[in-house]
């Protein structure tokens, strides 16, 4: 019988849990049998008596976790996990497939290592942006709970309300809000707050989101820039030359310094984030404006930034967070826990491991295999050949 192991997660601040008990039975009616970590869901609101109830087996010690199962599943494993990976490395073994969110385009060496462990590693956030794979998707499901809660960090810094009230003492205007970037979290934001009631404007490279924007209650900012080629084939976003991002910043000052908050969210998968908001768009801005920077980790869409700090700059607020899914544990589990669930639906035919690297979804996700790294861009980021009938 083919076991699907979650251990607790290990990452500083990481309350999320990779499965939730409510896909628990979906995974028996699949033919896997699950080993819970003790433990392993409480931060999130998901004791063991939970998950003992829908059929898991509750493991008291971790390692025995990586021992009994076939497939161990983590929110933040290796390249996400980086200063704790080697203690899971020695906990697992040749021919252990993993999955999570792994940050193999910017962990190269983990990615080795993990390969040097025979072990069969599934990057969450390389599932490919097609519409078979919506349900897995788990960037978007976790980028979603990123925009609302950025948001609500704006709105609780911000030395005023969002909603415009008529009071018998005076009519208080909105706040304006600003969101660069309308991906996933990007439009979350824009709807949570237009919901709170501020007037909301949004931009994006791509001209072609201006309906999703607007479907949201939000006005879309069009700055006259060619960015034709702002998306790749997967769907994410691509870097732009120097030139494009200069002619981007100079345009869209004046938008920024108007706004009472700006949230921005522009990440390129593998690359630094680009700097949308420069040292004197923030001077520009009025005094106790606020600035959430969902780029933050990867160097920020600010000039400004601090990654993981809040920082006052020009008498501008600029939040810099770093794992906002964590901070909303219980409904971020149960998305990312639907995420893999499904995915392990593809992985597994009756109970039994099936590597069909004919499958789009499968292929792309796979990071190592039988002692080597196969994904092709990260063998070309390692400067490694291909070998012989890889992706």
């Given at each position: 019988?083919?076991?699907?192991?979650?251990?607790?997660?290990?990452?500083?601040?990481?309350?999320?849990?990779?499965?939730?008990?409510?896909?628990?039975?979906?995974?028996?009616?699949?033919?896997?049998?699950?080993?819970?970590?003790?433990?392993?869901?409480?931060?999130?609101?998901?004791?063991?008596?939970?998950?003992?109830?829908?059929?898991?087996?509750?493991?008291?010690?971790?390692?025995?976790?990586?021992?009994?199962?076939?497939?161990?599943?983590?929110?933040?494993?290796?390249?996400?996990?980086?200063?704790?990976?080697?203690?899971?490395?020695?906990?697992?073994?040749?021919?252990?497939?993993?999955?999570?969110?792994?940050?193999?385009?910017?962990?190269?060496?983990?990615?080795?290592?993990?390969?040097?462990?025979?072990?069969?590693?599934?990057?969450?956030?390389?599932?490919?942006?097609?519409?078979?794979?919506?349900?897995?998707?788990?960037?978007?499901?976790?980028?979603?709970?990123?925009?609302?809660?950025?948001?609500?960090?704006?709105?609780?810094?911000?030395?005023?309300?969002?909603?415009?009230?008529?009071?018998?003492?005076?009519?208080?205007?909105?706040?304006?809000?600003?969101?660069?970037?309308?991906?996933?979290?990007?439009?979350?934001?824009?709807?949570?707050?237009?919901?709170?009631?501020?007037?909301?404007?949004?931009?994006?490279?791509?001209?072609?989101?201006?309906?999703?924007?607007?479907?949201?209650?939000?006005?879309?900012?069009?700055?006259?820039?060619?960015?034709?080629?702002?998306?790749?084939?997967?769907?994410?976003?691509?870097?732009?030359?120097?030139?494009?991002?200069?002619?981007?910043?100079?345009?869209?000052?004046?938008?920024?310094?108007?706004?009472?908050?700006?949230?921005?969210?522009?990440?390129?998968?593998?690359?630094?984030?680009?700097?949308?908001?420069?040292?004197?768009m923030v001077q520009g801005m009025q005094p106790a404006s606020v600035i959430?920077?969902?780029?933050?980790?990867?160097?920020?869409?600010?000039?400004?930034?601090?990654?993981?700090?809040?920082?006052?700059?020009?008498?501008?607020?600029?939040?810099?967070?770093?794992?906002?899914?964590?901070?909303?544990?219980?409904?971020?589990?149960?998305?990312?826990?639907?995420?893999?669930?499904?995915?392990?639906?593809?992985?597994?035919?009756?109970?039994?491991?099936?590597?069909?690297?004919?499958?789009?979804?499968?292929?792309?996700?796979?990071?190592?295999?039988?002692?080597?790294?196969?994904?092709?861009?990260?063998?070309?980021?390692?400067?490694?050949?291909?070998?012989?009938?890889?992706?």
């Open positions: 019988m083919t076991v699907v192991g979650v251990p607790k997660e290990t990452f500083p601040g990481e309350q999320r849990v990779a499965l939730v008990p409510a896909d628990v039975p979906p995974l028996k009616k699949a033919g896997l049998e699950v080993a819970v970590e003790a433990g392993a869901g409480a931060a999130a609101g998901f004791l063991d008596a939970a998950y003992a109830e829908r059929g898991a087996q509750i493991v008291a010690q971790r390692n025995d976790v990586f021992a009994t199962a076939d497939i161990v599943i983590q929110v933040r494993a290796a390249g996400a996990n980086p200063a704790l990976a080697a203690d899971d490395f020695a906990l697992m073994r040749t021919n252990q497939w993993v999955v999570g969110f792994l940050e193999p385009l910017w962990e190269l060496g983990l990615v080795r290592d993990l390969a040097a462990r025979g072990v069969s590693a599934f990057a969450m956030e390389l599932i490919p942006r097609i519409s078979r794979a919506q349900s897995m998707d788990a960037l978007s499901s976790m980028a979603t709970i990123a925009g609302y809660k950025a948001v609500l960090l704006a709105a609780s810094t911000l030395p005023r309300i969002f909603p415009m009230l008529m009071t018998a003492a005076g009519t208080i205007t909105p706040a304006r809000v600003f969101v660069i970037g309308a991906g996933v979290a990007g439009l979350q934001a824009c709807a949570t707050a237009k919901r709170l009631g501020a007037k909301v404007e949004a931009y994006d490279v791509r001209a072609a989101v201006k309906e999703q924007v607007e479907s949201v209650g939000a006005k879309f900012v069009e700055l006259p820039l060619e960015a034709s080629s702002s998306e790749d084939k997967g769907g994410y976003a691509k870097a732009m030359g120097d030139d494009f991002y200069r002619r981007q910043q100079e345009l869209m000052a004046e938008v920024v310094a108007r706004n009472d908050v700006v949230i921005t969210t522009a990440a390129i998968p593998g690359k630094k984030s680009p700097v949308l908001v420069t040292g004197a959430v920077d969902l780029a933050a980790e990867r160097g920020g869409n600010c000039e400004l930034t601090q990654s993981g700090e809040i920082i006052t700059a020009h008498g501008v607020t600029i939040i810099g967070p770093t794992n906002l899914p964590a901070t909303v544990p219980n409904h971020a589990s149960q998305l990312y826990s639907r995420n893999l669930t499904n995915l392990l639906r593809l992985l597994v035919k009756d109970g039994q491991l099936q590597l069909n690297l004919d499958d789009e979804i499968i292929r792309e996700s796979l990071v190592t295999n039988n002692g080597e790294v196969v994904h092709t861009r990260i063998r070309d980021l390692l400067g490694t050949p291909q070998p012989a009938g890889s992706q």
